[in-house]
Structures are given as structure tokens and as C-alpha cells.
């Protein structure tokens, strides 16, 4: 029963609340204990959020799951955990998750309501997302992509770091590209099986997929390659070599484009992040490089 909740509750996936961190380290502030333990509770709360509504998802798609090949062993669509349980596991989460917020910032009243203002947001547009938006084609990956941006909209909320249009635009590309190759797997399945795990799946098909994952990635390393140039982020970090963390990036992106091309995995980026070596020295360089020109 333990390890179902466990499994409900999809500890894996708070790899995603990481993107919190992000204002703080392009900040470099990363050393600043005090805006350190103000991001790490705020994302403990998205963490408790993300798993409530991953608890809603799971109620709601039941059905649908227990037709799909690998969702079918979900606790709610295998039958390990009942319905009732998870509403209460959900309502723990999303109980929980406000009350740290309030606990950890009564004495900054501004900044708690912004805060609570937008993981409450959050959670309904997830909600909505679950219930009905996620059937419409293309407005799914976009809701997907803005929930990235929320997230370091929140960290930047919990540190007051203003956040750049490099930041904000940088992350919803690059969640954007990796929906776009999350829901190509679902209409690999589809055309292989038949089946049809969610509704917007017959909105698409792989020729589609593969020139909007194409376009977005190529936009998302022309981007990034603009930001690490700009006079702007050469100013303001003090350095002309940010530009070299590019490599990191395009061979990420490239090596993302294989596995969902070529490999044809990529229906969760989450376990492609924990599993992928070549993918996770990239990330491991990138983010050394960077702390080494942002911190040295």
C-alpha cells in the first residue's frame, strides 16, 4: 500500500520543480542562504502541489489508463489504491502545500500572497488541464509549457529576483519542445495499436509532430545562442564567455531529438533525464560551466 502511495504520488517527477531554482542561480545568488532556504520551501510546496494534482490526474483518467499499455499499472487504474483514498491523499497535498507557504513567509505578507496567488493558480489550471484542456490539440503543450514558467515565476516570488524575458522565454521553449515529444509518443502508440489514449491524439500524427518538435528545438537553441551573445548578459555577468555553455545545449537538444526520433522514448522526459547519461553530462556541464562564469 506504502509503495502505491508512493507511486501516486510521483516523487520522480519533482525533477520538474528544479526550474524554481533557476532565478536564484542565473541570479548568482545561489550562495545566498537566506533566498536558498526560501526557494528549497517553495519547492517542497510545488512538490506537495504537483502531487496532488498528479492524485487528481490519476482519479479523473481511471479509465483511459487501464487501456493504455504502460499507464495501466497506475495505482487508481490497477486498482491498488481506491478513488477514496487518493481524494484524501490529494487534499493533503494541496492543504499542506498552502499551509507551508503561509507558515514559512506570515511575516512577508506581500510576498506569501503573491506566492499562494500563484500555486493556487497552479492547481487550477492543472485541474482544468485534466478535466478538459489537455483534449484540445496544441492548447495541451502550451498549458504544459506555462506551468514551467510558473514555476520560476514562483522562485522568483520567494527570492525577489525580477525575472528576465531571457529566463521566462528560455523556459517555456524548452518545456514547449519536450511536450511537443511527450505527446509524440502518445501518437506512436496510436498508430501502432490503435489506441487512443487521450482524445486530441487523432489532431495529430508524426509528420505533424516531427516538424513542430523540428521548429521549436531549432527556435529554443537559436534563442539560447542570443542570450549567451547579448550585450545585456555579457554585462550583467561580467563575462564574454557565457556563450560557450551553447555546447551543452545544442548537444542536449540533439541528443533529446535521438531519443524521440530515432529511439522512440520519449513519452516520459523525466525518466530519459534520470536515465540518460550522454543527456545528464550535458546538464552536468552546462551547469558547471555556467556556475563557474556566474560564480568565479
Not at 525533477?15 to 517553495?42: Q, S
Not at 548578459?233 to 542536449?252: D, K, M, P
Amino acid at each position: 500500500m506504502i509503495k502505491s502511495v508512493v507511486q501516486l504520488l510521483r516523487p520522480q517527477q519533482w525533477i520538474k520543480n528544479t526550474f524554481i531554482f533557476l532565478p536564484i542561480f542565473f541570479d548568482g545568488k545561489l550562495l545566498h542562504i537566506d533566498l536558498l532556504l526560501a526557494t528549497a520551501i517553495v519547492f517542497a510546496t510545488y512538490c506537495l502541489a504537483a502531487s496532488g494534482v498528479y492524485c487528481f490526474n490519476d482519479i479523473f483518467d481511471a479509465e483511459a489508463d487501464r487501456l493504455h499499455p504502460k499507464k495501466c499499472l497506475r495505482p487508481i487504474a490497477s486498482g491498488t489504491v481506491s478513488k477514496t483514498a487518493a481524494y484524501a491523499i490529494m487534499g493533503v497535498c494541496f492543504l499542506l502545500s498552502i499551509l507551508l507557504v503561509t507558515i514559512s513567509f506570515h511575516d512577508e505578507y506581500p510576498k506569501m500572497l503573491r506566492l499562494i496567488g500563484v500555486i493556487t493558480f497552479y492547481i487550477l489550471m492543472n485541474i482544468a488541464y485534466c478535466v478538459k484542456l489537455k483534449q484540445k490539440a496544441i492548447v495541451d503543450v502550451f498549458i504544459i509549457a506555462t506551468g514551467f514558467v510558473l514555476r520560476i515565476v514562483a522562485g522568483g516570488f520567494a527570492t525577489g529576483i525580477h525575472l528576465s524575458q531571457w529566463i521566462v522565454l528560455m523556459t517555456f521553449l524548452l518545456a514547449l519542445f519536450l511536450a511537443f515529444a511527450k505527446r509524440r509518443d502518445d501518437v506512436v502508440i496510436y498508430e501502432d495499436t490503435g489506441i487512443l489514449t487521450r482524445k486530441n491524439v487523432s489532431r495529430y500524427n508524426l509528420a505533424f509532430m516531427n516538424q513542430a518538435i523540428g521548429i521549436v528545438a531549432s527556435i529554443t537553441m537559436v534563442c539560447y545562442i542570443m542570450y549567451t551573445v547579448s550585450p545585456e548578459v555579457t554585462e550583467r555577468f561580467h563575462s564574454h564567455y557565457v556563450y560557450i555553455t551553447s555546447v551543452y545545449v545544442l548537444a542536449g537538444i540533439i541528443r533529446y531529438l535521438q531519443v524521440t526520433l530515432v529511439d522512440v522514448r520519449s513519452g516520459s522526459p523525466t525518466k530519459i533525464l534520470l536515465k540518460d547519461r550522454f543527456i545528464q553530462a550535458c546538464i552536468i556541464g552546462w551547469v558547471m560551466t555556467f556556475f563557474f562564469v556566474l560564480y568565479f
